[in-house]
């Protein structure tokens, strides 16, 4: 798997408080609820979010969590070494203790290349072109005429 179930989670939560308007706030509930998240799981989630400065949040009756800055700016490589720890990439992939250039392990050059294209890809990819992404699937299944109404699976909304 290229990250965790929680970093996951974190990057579906975020792409959807990205739709906010500005200065809006979702409830963690609210948020668990329409991107078929655990409640309670992604309440913790948000808060370290939070505490690591991708989210701002408020309390009260209108409070709730909101991204803390423009969803261009949160890339998917700072969610996922948030979630999971940075330097999840650097590891052996085969387990080796000691795995580089002079002491391969047998998968070292074929993940290396794959590591480049993973993290190039978390890199490169915004929270912003997430909500695009999803935003034009949507669009595209509810357009009128189609035969069905197609869902997407639970999770992949």
């Not at 949160?74 to 590891?91: C, P, Q, S, T």
Request: hydrophobic letters at 40%; proline letters at 5%; a positive charge.
């Amino acid at each position: 798997m290229i990250y965790s179930r929680s970093a996951e989670y974190a990057i579906r939560a975020t792409v959807h408080l990205a739709a906010l308007p500005p200065g809006e706030y979702a409830m963690a509930r609210t948020v668990a609820a329409e991107a078929d998240i655990p409640g309670h799981y992604l309440a913790k989630l948000l808060q370290q979010l939070a505490r690591d400065g991708f989210l701002k949040s408020s309390k009260g009756p209108h409070g709730g969590f909101r991204l803390s800055r423009p969803p261009e700016e949160v890339f998917m490589l700072h969610l996922v070494e948030a979630i999971d720890g940075a330097g999840r990439y650097d590891r052996c992939i085969g387990g080796s203790h000691e795995c580089n250039e002079r002491a391969a392990c047998g998968m070292h050059d074929s993940w290396m290349a794959l590591r480049s294209r993973i993290i190039d890809y978390l890199r490169g990819t915004s929270v912003a072109d997430l909500a695009k992404a999803l935003g034009e699937k949507r669009r595209l299944l509810a357009r009128p005429g189609r035969r069905g109404n197609l869902k997407l699976a639970p999770g992949r909304r």
